[in-house]
């Protein structure tokens, strides 16, 4: 310090280098740090030289921080200039105010002073001048209170709600507060709580109108559906115009159930729109009312209200949905009576569906302001138990179920299957009464001692009543609301409504049970109702029908011969009239089937009754086939019936050329005519095999169906079956096969509702194998015919050769008895099969009959004894009425008869003659034919060596033999 002290110039250097090398040093140590080092280095150094250069070091430092300072002061001399300024003006402001507070005090003091002396009288004015003042506002809360009942009817006229309540509560708190003992305002006072009570049924009947009317106003037309009531009915799902509008006004609310709690939201915070229509906003004007409830102190009635008229409001808008339904029809120009008009349910459920979603989202709505209010103490509120959206669906399925109890009358059909007997279907111990009947206290009644509804004059009056009724496009006899209003009904009562509605319900069921987040396996309430009525009342109901349906149609030894009309043939597209019975399963085919894409779920129910139907029916059909074909004891047996229901000869029969084009002609559907070499060619084979098993001996009576009717009833049932068959085929490839590995669960409703339940191979081919044994059936009456027409003409044909004479001088020229009484039995068969079979059906029966007479014919000459020239004109003439008679019948020309009629020419000539011919013109008929030819001759002339006789034949061998070679050999050469 010595050194320093001796140089204070030093000093001032060293501390100024230290101000400006601040920032940087400060990095590494402090300004104290700093120049303490500078003073320990010049203190501690003995050197003289060393200090000179920290002295030169240290004034070098000096001048560079002395330019900085004046450079600095240069460049910042306005600001400093402008600082001191304002600095100089606020310290004279400072002293003016001093002063001035100075001069106040002073002022006060005297003040006091001054006031001490008055103190009584001052104090007197004071309690003056709040006596006024609680006069003028005691003045003014009368005031207020004398204008309340005409603010409040302007706020409840714009519907202002809210306003109008908390100036209400205001003016009663006033009325009973401050001004409870002003006698003048009694009257006022009366009126105002009159007004309060008033204010709250107000309130209570606008909560309900928009939760029940205002909610679903906009919903006025079904939803628009994809495909048919029988179809799919995939349904638009996006929301309805109401529902939009609560979505958009509830957008920002979390609904929830009672025991959740909404957070610390003040119910204070509700806001009055007061411009504009209040009403606009659905969900903000029951914002509204719910908090002019909660200052009424009226929330534990409001929700009491709530719950007990929810029904109510419900069934009321079942009926004004069903008055629109049908105000919506009669602007179409449809009346509830045309074909009991079951769209107009599925329109009225679709419409009622919709709506109850609207009123369950205003509720949810409520539920969340209700649960605020709960959860608030602001408003002291008495503990009230809230309702749930458990119970509002829980109502919606309550009243559903009613809708439902009427459409699908209930009560008649149950009674109904009670008196017909427990069915196949039906579970005794499922007691489905709990769930139609509404849930009512029982009271006791008073009956009357007698009453003159059963007489006959109240009956024929509620009949005609009735009748008029339903003229005017009413049902039934009308009921009546509790407000006298008629009830209306969209369709007649019915169990079958089930099937138009039933996929629509189901969708609503799984909406439910998602709403309501059912745990897995439960079930609601509408889906039991659903299931326990179809399982024990509809199912049997369809059964007892189909029975009913089949036991009318099948009824009686007529059923067999009863046919459809003409009208009813026009309707079908049906060519040929089929039995009633068969288009009476048919229809019960198709409403099962109907049944099975209606209600997808209950599928295999309907197919265990179409397949026992199928089995009734098919054993009614073989019943009567064996009533037709099979009369008498077992060895009393009709040929053509034993011989189609043998299988090798009807394998056989079915393996011929004819068999084969008749089934070519029905895959064409052609009617083209064919030569008749052709014919030939098809039908030599089956007359050779005819010929040989029925042409030795004669037919008895009783093995021919000599009665046109029965070949008719078998046509009938030939053209029945086979189109039937054709019908369970087509409805067999419309059933969805299940996949081996897929496996089968029992029906329900987890899957999509209008989705038909896969079905196993075991019945579909329980189905197949049931339409094979219907075309086998079929195939076998056509059999029968065929072969009937063919045993009929051997039956007629030969007793002619076997107990005929035809070896005298015959001078009548008549055909013989027997070919009279063969045409005329093949007239009648024609007659009856020409309306009961198709066209190629028909020349399957009677194509290729000539050969077959002229086969017969021919093969019966060796049945003869003997004949004369006259018995052989005789036999022409046979032949000639059987040509005849069969060229009307078929429309073509037989000429195989004409080949009999040569034969027969043939007989004629000697036997030399006939075997010079054979050289001659060749051969014309077979070696067995020559042979009967030439022993007829020889047993027709007597004294014929029988040497002679056998030489001729063995000439006739060789000559057929040589005939036979140079035929080969020419084949050969070809």
Known sequence: MTYFSQHPRLLMLSTKMAAVQRPRAAKQQSETGLLMSVIRTLSASEDFEQREVEKQRLEKAFKECDSKLDKLVKENYDDLTATVNHFSTISTSIHTCRDRMQAVRQNLKSCKSLLRCKRDELRKLWIEGIEHKQILSLLQQIENVKQTPEKLDEYMAKKHYLHATELLVSAVASLEGTLSGVEALRDVRAELQNKKEQMHEVLIEELHRHLYIRSTAQVNKPLRRQGSIKGTANRDVSPSPARKLLQQGSRSLDYMSPGVASGDDDPAQVQENMEGDPEADSVQFMSVLVESLSILQKIPETVEAIKSRMEKEMTLIVHRTTSQVLDNAEQRGETATQQNQPRLLLELFELLFEKFRCVAQA??????????????????????????????????????????????????????????????????????????????????????????????????????????????????????????????????????????????????????????????????????????????????????????????????????????????????????????????VERCLAELRELMYALPAYSDHFLSMICKMLQDYRDMCQSAYRGVVQRGSEEQRIISATWAKDEDISRLLRSLPNWQNLENRRARKDDEVENPEAVRARNTKESDLLTNNLGDSLIPKYEVLQDVNDLRVLANLHESLEWFAGRIRSFNSTL???????????????????????????????????????????????????????????????????????????????????????????????????????????????????????????????????????????????????????????????????????????????????????????????????????????????????????????????????????????????
Not at 477 to 489: C, K, M, R
Not at 506 to 521: A, D, H, M, P, W
Not at 844 to 861: C, D
């Open 736 to 974: 969805p096969l299940a996949s081996p590995g897929m496996g089968l669960s029992p029906a329900s409703s987890d899957s999509s509702p209008s989705d038909l339940q896969p079905v196993s191979p075991a019945t579909l081919a329980s189905l197949t194998s049931l339409a094979r044994e219907f075309q086998d059936l079929a195939e076998t009456c056509l059999l029968v015919l065929h072969l009937e027409v063919r045993v009929h003409c051997f039956f007629f044909l030969l007793p002619m050769a076997k107990q005929s004479n035809y070896s005298g001088n015959l001078e009548s020229t008549d055909p013989d008895p027997l070919v009279v009484k063969l045409n005329k039995d093949l007239s009648s068969i024609e007659e009856s099969l020409t309306t009961s079979l198709n066209t190629h059906k028909f020349r399957y029966i009677f194509e290729g009959l000539g050969h077959q007479m002229s086969s017969i014919l021919v093969n019966s000459t060796q049945y003869f004894n003997r004949i004369s020239h006259s018995g052989i004109k005789k036999m022409c003439r046979n032949i000639f009425a059987l040509q005849q008679n069969l060229t009307n019948i078929t429309m073509s020309r037989e000429v195989d008869l004409d080949h009999a009629r040569q034969y027969y020419e043939t007989l004629y000539m000697t036997v030399e003659e006939i075997l010079n011919s054979l050289v001659e013109q060749g051969v014309h008929f077979t070696e067995l034919e020559y042979v009967n030819a030439l022993n007829l001759l020889q047993r027709s002339t007597p004294g014929t060596d029988a040497k002679a006789h056998a030489a001729r034949l063995w000439r006739l061998k060789e000559i057929m033999a040589q005939k036979v070679g140079n035929q080969n050999a020419e084949m050969t050469e070809i």
């Open 363 to 584: 509720h949810d709505a409520v539920l969340m302001f209700l649960q605020r209010i709960s959860n608030s103490a602001s408003h002291g509120q008495a503990e009230f138990e809230l309702y749930g959206r458990e119970d509002v669906w829980s109502r919606i399925q309550a009243v559903l179920q009613l809708v439902l109890n009427d459409y699908l009358d209930v009560k008649n059909t149950a009674s109904a299957s009670q008196n017909q007997g427990p069915s196949a279907y039906t579970d005794a111990a499922v007691d489905i009464s709990t769930y139609f009947t509404k849930k009512r206290h029982q009271k006791v009644k008073k009956y009357p001692l007698f009453k003159f509804e059963m007489s006959s004059h109240a009956i024929s009056m509620n009949n005609y009543l009735r009748e008029q009724k339903r003229k005017k496009g009413g049902l039934g006899e009308p009921d009546l609301l509790e407000n006298g209003t008629e009830v209306q009904y969209v369709c007649e009562p019915g169990a079958k409504n089930i099937t138009v509605i039933f996929n629509t319900l189901q969708r609503f069921v799984k909406e439910i049970e998602v709403t309501l987040q059912y745990s897995s396996g439960a079930r609601c309430q509408l889906h039991d109702f659903l299931t326990e009525y179809i399982k024990t009342i509809f199912l049997g109901q369809v059964h007892m029908d189909v029975n009913k349906n089949i036991q009318q149609a099948s009824r009686g030894a007529e059923a067999l011969k009863l046919l459809t009309d003409a009208q009813t043939m026009k309707t079908m597209g049906l060519q040929r009239p089929l039995l009633q019975s068969t288009i009476t």
